[in-house]
């Protein structure tokens, strides 16, 4: 559990009742978006009715709001339904953070249409303040690209895309690259007798310069690779 000297109120009303938990800003917005162990961003297992007053929720309350007094379900439900209170510092540092997670998966993803290449970081970033865009510190990351995106395209040609690549690996690093191929998606694959290896692969196609950068430090500039299509 966090330090209850750095923690801040998460509350929620429901069924004509309200709640509030202790948590950690950063982490408590982390976990809207991931499964996180819940005593890993809450400050105390108990559930308040007023925090500030330490006049803790009833029974009642609960298993009638929530159909259980568990804390971890109840903690889980709060967070994700409810609001995270913070300060004005925090709330900049968490949109701070959330910016850049969005700038980087819009640049892994998407590319510029008129010329079927990424676009920087910093560019998106540039564009972004140009539009004028709003990030909410707390709203999970996947459900703000696609609208950030949106408002992009009035100042930035953008579109999400995916790319097909031919490798081709000389047999001495295989077992090396094999490793790096692992998370991206094979849709061929074709072992040479001389132990080389051609394999197709799909990939979002902002992620095309740092794969080519990690092919080509694992067989020291020796993989061969080509552009088949972009979809």
Request: charged share 30%; proline share 5%; glycine share 4%.
């Amino acid at each position: 559990m966090i330090s209850l000297d750095d923690a801040v109120i998460a509350r929620l009303t429901t069924h004509g009742h309200h709640f509030e938990i202790l948590v950690d800003p950063e982490m408590a917005a982390e976990a809207k978006e991931k499964d996180l162990p819940v005593r890993d961003w809450v400050a105390s297992d108990e559930v308040y009715r007023d925090a500030s007053k330490a006049e803790k929720a009833s029974e009642e309350a609960l298993k009638e709001s929530f159909g259980t007094t568990d804390f971890d379900k109840v903690a889980k439900r709060i967070i994700a339904k409810g609001e995270i209170q913070m300060t004005t510092e925090q709330r900049k540092e968490l949109i701070k953070a959330k910016k850049k997670q969005i700038i980087n998966a819009i640049a892994q993803n998407a590319i510029d249409p008129r010329s079927n290449t990424p676009h920087p970081p910093a560019r998106i970033e540039k564009a972004m303040d140009e539009a004028k865009v709003h990030i909410d510190p707390v709203k999970a990351t996947s459900r703000q690209v696609d609208e950030v995106v949106e408002k992009l395209r009035p100042v930035l040609p953008i579109k999400f895309a995916l790319v097909r690549v031919e490798i081709r690996v000389p047999p001495q690093y295989t077992g090396k690259v094999y490793g790096l191929l692992h998370d991206l998606k094979r849709v061929k694959e074709e072992w040479k007798n001389d132990g080389s290896l051609v394999a197709v692969v799909e990939m979002p196609a902002g992620m095309q310069s740092a794969v080519y950068d990690k092919l080509n430090s694992s067989t020291h500039g020796s993989v061969e690779t080509k552009l088949i299509e972009t979809i």
